[in-house]
């Protein structure tokens, strides 16, 4: 779990979003601060951390309770000339008289909160004021700090210096920002995961094989002539190594699960003119959100919204109906979007006319085969797999009751949009098939959830396949050889951003007896 000091912090208006979502400060990664430890990210042109900085941590407008954060070396000073606390407890709320430190009038009275740092969110010393939310009482009391040269906080600044003394680390913010954008349950679950530090973990154990197996090899290579150094010590490195290998396939061999629950899993509804796709999106997101017509061709363009099916999050997206002969040329662009997006799908639904079906007297397969095959989806469905798209029969109200037992030899789902009959069923079937598109977030299982993770852990992998392609040379020089690993390397840092050369030195010198 979080520490208790996280959780008023998640509410800042712009807690991780300026900083993650910043593009200059992506483009940074990599670029080696001078005060910034083991961190390889800009901190910005107009760097601020010598100053103290305070913020409404809260949401905007009228509330009960509005929270004020200041982080900064004069936040005791600024809590003490605003109060009469005399005697500071840590993380120990006192209900106080909040006053303008230059006229002594009464701002509010409200609970005041001391962290001291390293033991606080941002590592800082720093206070918290719980006030009435009224905006006249925030604009007094924010002007108050400013008399004592606290300066209002960027976007995400907070956050960004509890980056820079290690109190999180990238992977770690970007679940903070996750969680606070979390819309769903499993998107909760897994943005809380990782906010709680479990890709860190398993990445940092991944960097911590690397380093070893590189200060391995170079210990050999300085020193292995004069047999200082156990002589099977690069085969373990490449035991250790190819394992890693193993591993980041695994890892990254995920079906992107991570990053479809934290973006939605982007579904299509596709079908012929007339067979209830509209009236489908209207239930799914229960409301009246597309204009439902006995005229076929309603529907003209692609009609995107967002769903909460079962916990998980669904982008929806009602299309034309797709039909081979029409002569409309916007009914014809229609179509062609309509395709377009369903091959760019996660999840495709699949919406037939159940009578249709009943009067051609055909079987279900053979009427599907001629169905998807005008629909021009069949091999479309075929390359997304069973997990990936659903048959909904609808209509299914119309049907005589011999009819529709002939569904229970079917994999499709019947239901009628009008009666809402099969909804629940519907519904079932769809949270088995997201649930296996999303898996179920875990402690013991982490997935990626970003495609910037993802990006770098490609190039990892790459870089250790260059390395052994290398060995695989009898004349190949092993120090070249090894700069592969400190890419690999340098990638996982990009990850959680600790980039550093220092771990191999220091590895070197602990694990190995040089000159024993």
Request: with cysteine; hydrophobic share 40%.
């Amino acid at each position: 779990m979080l520490p208790f000091q996280a959780y008023p912090m998640f509410f800042h208006e712009c807690l991780v979003r300026g900083f993650l979502r910043n593009a200059k400060t992506v483009a940074s990664l990599g670029t080696r601060h001078p005060a910034a430890s083991s961190r390889s990210i800009n901190y910005s042109v107009d760097d601020r951390r010598g100053t103290t900085i305070c913020a409404l941590s809260s949401g905007h407008g009228k509330c009960g309770v509005a929270v004020v954060r200041i982080s900064g070396n004069r936040s005791m000073e600024a809590l003490k000339k605003m109060t009469n606390i005399s005697k500071l407890e840590p993380r120990k709320a006192f209900l106080r008289k909040i006053r303008d430190p230059e006229t002594r009038e009464v701002i509010d009275n409200g609970l005041c909160l001391w962290f001291p740092g390293p033991h606080s969110f941002t590592g800082e010393d720093s206070v918290e004021f719980h006030v009435h939310g009224g905006p006249a009482i925030l604009t007094r009391l924010m002007q108050a700090l400013s008399d004592l040269q606290v300066y209002p906080a960027l976007p995400g600044e907070f956050t960004r210096r509890a980056f820079y003394n290690n109190k999180l680390d990238l992977t770690e913010v970007e679940g903070l920002a996750d969680l606070i954008e979390a819309e769903t349950e499993c998107q909760r679950k897994q943005a809380l995961l990782q906010a709680d530090g479990v890709l860190r973990k398993l990445y940092d154990s991944w960097r911590k094989v690397l380093s070893e197996s590189v200060a391995s090899i170079e210990a050999y290579i300085d020193f292995g002539e004069e047999d200082n150094i156990e002589s099977d010590v690069v085969q373990n490195a490449h035991h250790a190594l190819r394992q890693l290998m193993r591993d980041l396939e695994e890892h990254l061999a995920d079906g992107r699960r991570g990053e479809i629950l934290r973006n939605g899993v982007r579904t299509a509804i596709v079908g012929e003119p007339n067979v209830g796709k509209s009236s489908l999106l209207n239930h799914l997101v229960q409301r009246n959100a597309a204009i439902v017509t006995p005229v076929a061709g309603t529907t003209r363009d692609v009609i995107e919204l967002n769903a909460n099916i079962s916990g998980y999050p669904v982008l929806i997206a009602d299309t034309a109906g797709i039909t081979e002969d029409t002569e409309d040329i916007v009914e014809a662009e229609g179509v062609r979007r309509a395709r377009n997006y369903a091959k760019n799908a996660d999840f495709v639904i699949v919406v037939v006319d159940a009578v249709k079906w009943t009067i051609s007297g055909m079987t279900y397969k053979d009427y599907m085969r001629e169905y998807l095959s005008s629909l021009q989806m069949h091999e479309l469905l075929a390359n997304l797999g069973k997990e990936r798209f659903i048959v909904i029969m609808n209509k299914r109200d119309l049907l005589k009751e011999e009819d529709k037992e002939r569904f229970n030899d079917t994999e499709a789902v019947s239901i009628s949009c009008r009666t809402e009959d099969g909804f629940q069923d519907l519904l079932q079937s769809l949270t088995d098939r997201f649930g296996k598109i999303c898996g179920s977030p875990s402690a013991e299982s982490p997935t990626i959830s970003q495609a910037r993770h993802r990006n770098h852990l490609t190039q990892c992998l790459r870089h250790l396949q260059n390395y052994f392609e290398l060995c695989a040379d009898e004349q190949h020089d092993m120090a070249i050889a090894a700069e592969e690993i400190h890419k690999a390397l340098r990638e996982l840092g990009r990850i959680t951003g600790h980039v550093s050369t220092n771990e191999i030195l220091d590895i070197i010198f602990k694990n190995f007896c040089i000159g024993k």
